[in-house]
T-cell receptor
């Protein structure tokens, strides 16, 4: 158990809809990272938050947004969903703002778009 | 552009023998490297890491070697156990002064099967 909690584990929805994925980091960790794992792309970095502020951004679509709240949990919002958004979405956390420290991953949310 | 490559999709090893998983990278700005293990229906689990100022790091049965000039790293597991059967990912991180602060770039993974 990594200590990172992601909910829900599975999500099934339709094209055009909006969903919210939730992540609670390990106790004491201030950074939260979001990754997308699709069959053809592998694990891709989306975005990082540190202590409530956006820290780094990857190839995150404009339809996707995230935030980190004062209690340090984070939410990833996906809107105007398309079939290609079907993937596993992982959250990870680390103690500091990044750099030379391991990230610890949750078990992911599997998103299926019908 | 695949900056981190694991060229072997799978590896099969006998219990008790050594498992060697390989990873190559192209971006010379990477300075921190990690190995993760992943079981089905679970998230990646951190195994071991190495900074670019070192060429070797050990933790129990796991040793990571880094060859910066060849842009190559490897994970040695010895002795291998059936419970080590999983997908192994290598990941790399850029220099902390860059804009990719904290971003991990992952390889595609290698499926390790350890036979009893």
């Amino acid at each position: 158990d990594s200590g990172v909690t992601q909910t829900p584990k599975h999500l099934i929805t339709a094209t055009g809809q909006r969903v919210t994925l939730r992540c609670s980091p390990r106790s004491g960790d201030l950074s939260v990272y979001w990754y997308q794992q699709s069959l053809d792309q592998g694990l891709q970095f989306l975005i990082q938050y540190y202590n409530g502020e956006e820290r780094a951004k990857g190839n995150i679509l404009e339809r996707f947004s995230a935030q980190q709240f004062p209690d340090l949990h984070s939410e990833l919002n996906l809107s105007s969903l398309e079939l290609g958004d079907s993937a596993l979405y992982f959250c990870a956390s680390s103690v500091g703002s990044g750099g030379n420290q391991p990230q610890h991953f949750g078990d992911g949310t599997r998103l299926s778009i019908l | 552009d695949q900056q981190v490559k694991q060229n072997s999709p799978s590896l099969s090893v006998q219990e008790g023998r050594i498992s060697i998983l390989n990873c190559d990278y192209t971006n010379s700005m990477f300075d921190y490297f990690l190995w993760y293990k992943k079981y089905p229906a679970e998230g990646p689990t951190f195994l071991i890491s190495i900074s670019s100022i070192k060429d070797k790091n050990e933790d129990g049965r796991f040793t990571v070697f880094l060859n910066k000039s060849a842009k190559h790293l490897s994970l040695h597991i010895v002795p291998s156990q059936p419970g080590d059967s999983a997908v192994y990912f290598c990941a790399a991180e850029r220099d902390a002064g860059g804009t990719s602060y904290g971003k991990l770039t992952f390889g595609q993974g290698t499926i390790l099967t350890v036979h009893p």
